[in-house]
């Protein structure tokens, strides 16, 4: 099988690895394609020190059931399906029920160094984290649930409740899959501030109101948008401006929910925090029911869902695909790599073998 590894830091390549041959209680997909993660470039350009040369990444993938090991049963081979990267070891899964992403014991396809993930043509996954899709939807789309997972894991540590005021810090793939989880849970008040003008035109498309997140009158202008304060902001960025941002825009009492990445380190105005009885709660990842919810909502193809996805390229421009998105080229969504040249791969190579 072909696969796109990283051979250096900014430098990918495909390269030829031999097919992966599922143990028991594993299932083999055939990936279809696989969306660019904030998290793959920042590996690429070796800023988070999480990906290393070597690696082959990916973890927001679209599939078809390519082979079952022993004992697994309830899935069936040729089927659409994504897969969940969070892999509990089976000591843990018990305990961790419903609170997946806390085990201590877990890691996640696509991060872990040693483990060829889904910039691959085929790969190897435990059956649980297997989770099909219905064959009617739009196939690209599957590769959206991982990161509407992560939004809808976000919104729910948010506490946000339908007729909520919600400000979002940040535009970009996840700030706009924060919109979809946003309106999957029923909330219609969303303000998203964005520096990137395509960024902001993207964000309105989905139905929410985007305001410039540059200069001094932000927070003024996102209460006038909102016609009040907010009552939870959800920081998809995680820089000191969208922070500081997010605690001034939020009502007495309100919550912050912390989900972008974008620094180890944040100075935090505390008074914002102690006197008026604000919440900062943190969100990684998801659960398993998390996940199982986003994939239920893609799968009944919503409209604005499309609009997410801007463009897909085929594996051998993946390095290219990610320079651009490295050099902050005008990207206004999310990029997908197709690993397969068709959609019915699957079946060409069933009749050449
Ligand atoms: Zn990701």
Same mark, same amino acid.
């Given at each position: ?19 992966p ?9 055939e990936?279809?394609?696989?969306g ?7 590996g ?12 082959v990444?990916?973890?927001e993938?679209?599939?078809?059931? $390519? /082979?079952? %090991? !022993?004992? @697994? ?12 990267? *969070? ?5 843990e ?13 877990k890691h ?7 483990v060829?993930?889904?910039?691959a043509?085929r ?8 989770v ?14 991982e990161p509407?997972a992560?939004?809808v ?15 979002v810090?940040?535009g ?12 999957m ?13 395509s960024?902001?035109?993207l ?8 305001? $410039? /997140?540059? %200069? !001094?009158? @932000?927070?003024d ?10 009552? *939870?902001?959800?920081?998809a ?5 969208t922070?500081?941002?997010s605690?001034q825009?939020t ?6 929910c ?5 620094a180890p ?11 008026e ?12 029911q ?6 239920e909502?893609?799968?009944q193809?919503p409209?604005?869902a499309?609009e ?7 594996l ?16 206004p969504?999310k ?18 073998r």
């Amino acid at each position: 099988m072909k696969a796109l590894r990283l051979e250096e830091i900014g430098r990918l390549a495909v390269v030829e690895l031999p097919d992966p041959e599922p143990a028991a209680g594993e299932v083999r997909l055939e990936i279809i394609a696989t969306g660019i993660c904030g998290s793959d470039i920042h590996g690429f350009t070796g800023e988070n020190g999480r990906r290393f040369p070597g690696q082959v990444m990916g973890h927001e993938s679209v599939a078809r059931i $390519d /082979a079952l %090991g !022993d004992g @697994v049963e309830g899935l069936t081979v040729g089927d659409i399906a994504t897969f969940n990267p *969070v892999v509990v070891p089976a000591a843990e899964a018990d305990a961790f029920q419903g609170r997946e992403q806390m085990a201590p014991g877990k890691h996640v396809i696509g991060v872990k160094r040693e483990v060829v993930a889904s910039f691959a043509q085929r790969i190897v996954v435990p059956a649980v984290n297997v989770v099909p899709l219905p064959a009617s939807m739009p196939v690209e789309l599957g590769a959206l649930v991982e990161p509407l997972a992560v939004s809808v894991h976000a919104v729910r540590r948010s506490g946000a409740q339908p007729g909520d005021r919600v400000v979002v810090a940040g535009g970009g793939p996840i700030g706009q899959s924060v919109v979809l989880a946003l309106q999957m849970a029923g909330i219609e008040r969303i303000v998203v501030t964005e520096l990137s003008a395509s960024r902001r035109g993207l964000v309105e498309r989905l139905g929410a109101t985007a305001l $410039d /997140a540059a %200069g !001094d009158d @932000v927070v003024d202008r996102i209460r006038e948008a909102l016609g009040g304060a907010a009552d *939870v902001a959800i920081d998809a960025v995680g820089i000191e401006p969208t922070l500081r941002a997010s605690l001034q825009a939020t009502r007495i009492g309100g919550t912050v929910c912390l989900v972008g990445m974008g620094a180890p380190k944040l100075a935090l105005d505390a008074f914002l925090v102690s006197t008026e009885e604000r919440s900062i709660v943190g969100s990684f990842t998801y659960s398993a029911q998390d996940f199982r919810d986003a994939a239920e909502w893609i799968g009944q193809a919503p409209p604005q869902a499309a609009e997410l996805i801007t463009k897909t390229v085929p594996l051998e421009a993946g390095h290219d695909a990610f320079a651009e998105l490295a050099a902050h080229g005008d990207i206004p969504g999310k990029v997908l790599v197709r690993m397969t040249e068709t959609d019915n791969s699957h079946t060409d190579e069933e009749e050449q073998r």
